[in-house]
């Protein structure tokens, strides 16, 4: 079944602790996102990738890394500089334009940082 | 810039009951708009889509919305509310941004069903 996979569902950090959290999928998409939800703020973008070795910033990517070094794979790191981590971290990917994409996104089940 | 507004952050009905669940939008262009259901510590499913063909549209789990450009509305319903229907939703407009689709989300609707 082609699909996205997150991990962890569940991680404890840590203050000044630095995690990367895991997107895979095997949907054959060229574009990635990562999204951070918040209780009552809907979904905001952190960090997107329309192709495999090129990302670029959304709304919110203060305190973010990410990579794309494999187009099956989009890992986001949470770093020590990100003041208020703790939230539900979602990844999504999508067919990019070029390919008949219409905006739709296909979502992972969500990892949810807590920092302790 | 495009934009989503979702009125009302939690509706409760009973179950049996209409549900309607508002969502307006604006932008530019002829968007394409969706709907995400979304339960406890999961991620967004899709309910349904409107890519400019059918003004209504049907979903999963019996869900319906309907495109009014007039309005710039696109609300969900659902004829009679089961209490597996209990989750989040959200209303969603995709727009071309610098070459690429962009979705945006409104803040969430969040539905009880009462017994």
């Known amino acids: 079944d082609g699909g996205i996979t997150q991990s962890p569902k569940y991680l404890f950090r840590k203050e000044g602790q630095n995690v990367t959290l895991s997107c895979e999928q095997n949907l054959n998409h060229d574009a990635m996102y990562w999204y951070r939800q918040d209780p009552g703020q809907g979904l905001r973008l952190i960090y997107y990738?329309?192709?495999?070795?090129?990302?670029q910033k959304g709304d919110i990517a203060e305190g973010y890394s990410v990579s794309r070094e494999k187009k099956e794979s989009f890992p986001l790191t949470v770093t020590s500089a990100q003041k208020n981590p703790t939230a539900f971290y979602l990844c999504?990917?999508?067919?990019?334009?070029?390919?008949?994409?219409?905006?739709?996104?296909?979502f992972g089940e969500g990892s949810r940082l807590t920092v302790l | 810039a495009q934009s989503v507004t979702q009125l009302g952050s939690h509706v409760s009905v009973s179950e049996g009951a209409l549900v309607l669940l508002r969502c307006n939008y604006s932008?530019?262009?002829?968007?394409?708009l969706f709907w995400y259901v979304q339960y406890p510590n999961q991620g967004l499913q899709l309910l349904l889509k409107y890519t400019s063909a059918a003004t209504l549209v049907k979903g999963i789990n019996g869900f319906e919305a309907e495109f009014k450009k007039s309005e710039t509305s696109f609300h969900l319903t659902k004829p009679s509310a089961h209490m597996s229907d209990a989750a989040e939703y959200f209303c969603?407009?995709?727009?071309?941004?610098?070459?690429?689709?962009?979705?945006?989300f409104g803040s969430g609707t969040r539905l009880q069903v009462q017994p």
């Open positions: 999504a990917s999508s067919p990019t334009l070029d390919r008949g994409g219409t905006g739709e996104l296909f």
């Open positions: 969603a407009v995709s727009d071309r941004v610098a070459g690429r689709r962009a979705l945006t």
């Open positions: 932008s530019s262009v002829p968007p394409y």
């Open positions: 990738s329309q192709i495999v070795n090129d990302f």
